[in-house]
């Protein structure tokens, strides 16, 4: 890990103190994300999947990824996509679904697109602007139970909320996040929390993990450049070791790679799985 504990830093030794815990010292950091468990999430790989799905699947399990979040499928069905992905030996953990398709009419047909990605998780990438206030995500969190609910009597498991920045607002005294951690049913209703996000909007994901034990199934892992940008993980300010000390009590099992804008994506995949792959915690 890298020598100086910078943004979650305090957070993470205000947590602990708070905790009546302390961090590990560096000498004891033992912990590494299992490899089955450090993932890319497709938006990264836009640009090139665009242009050969296949070639850079293959690249991908290559570098040593074990599993994929889809994110948009350049043309191909889910069937065409399971095949790519079982061919290099990548395995599709969940799938980014509109908001819109989830509460419509698409809701069937995209947990049976699940069942053929082989994945688990149907994921809400983000809210409709018009819901950003208490009332509007206290309406998401019923209709979050609701799908969830659906996606259980599929056989799959509990719908996923992928969090943006404004998410985390406080809107007439109400944290928006936090109605929706707090009003949604733990058995239908978790999150695929993106860290650099959750930094962004004055979040803690160290603290949640700890106060909503097992909500975390998924990260998106993306690093903050110090202009506030976006950064191959391990070259910015979040300290991920001091993040992930608490993630086995967030029920995280899954690290997902994400940079919203990488110069060259195969670099940006290449720096950030060897990072994650040599990180203790």
Known sequence: MRSSRRAFLGTSLGLAAALGTALPAS?????????GGIGMHLYTMRDVLAT???????????????????SGRHGYGAPDIRRMLDAVGLRSVLEHVAYTT?????????LEDL???????????????????????????????????????????PVLFHN????????DGENLYDILVRETDPHL?????????????????????????????ALHVKDMAPDGGFADVGSGT??????FDKAQAGGVRQWLVEHDTPKDPFATARNSYEYLAALRY
């Not at 989830?102 to 995209?110: K, N």
């Not at 695929?192 to 909500?215: C, I, M, N, Q």
């Not at 979040?238 to 993040?243: E, I």
Request: charged letters at 20%; glycine letters at 12%.
């Open 238 to 243: 979040l300290d991920f070791a001091a993040m």
């Open 52 to 70: 050969d799905f296949a070639g850079t699947v293959e690249q991908l399990a290559e570098i040593g990824y074990a599993t994929v979040g889809v």
């Open 115 to 157: 069942h053929t990605l082989g994945a688990k998780w149907p994921v809400v990438p983000s809210l409709p602007g018009s819901m950003h206030s208490a009332a509007g995500y206290r309406e998401a969190a019923r209709e979050f139970n609701r799908i969830g609910a659906a996606s259980r009597k599929a056989g799959l498991g």
């Open 27 to 35: 000498a004891g950091q033992r912990r590494r994300i299992p490899r």
């Open 189 to 217: 209703v978790a999150f695929e929390l993106d860290v650099y996000w959750a930094s962004k909007g004055g979040a803690e994901p160290a603290t949640y993990f700890v106060r909503h034990r097992r909500r975390f199934p």
């Open 164 to 171: 943006h920045d404004g998410d985390h607002d406080v809107v």
């Open 102 to 110: 989830l509460t419509g009419s698409g809701l069937p047909q995209a």
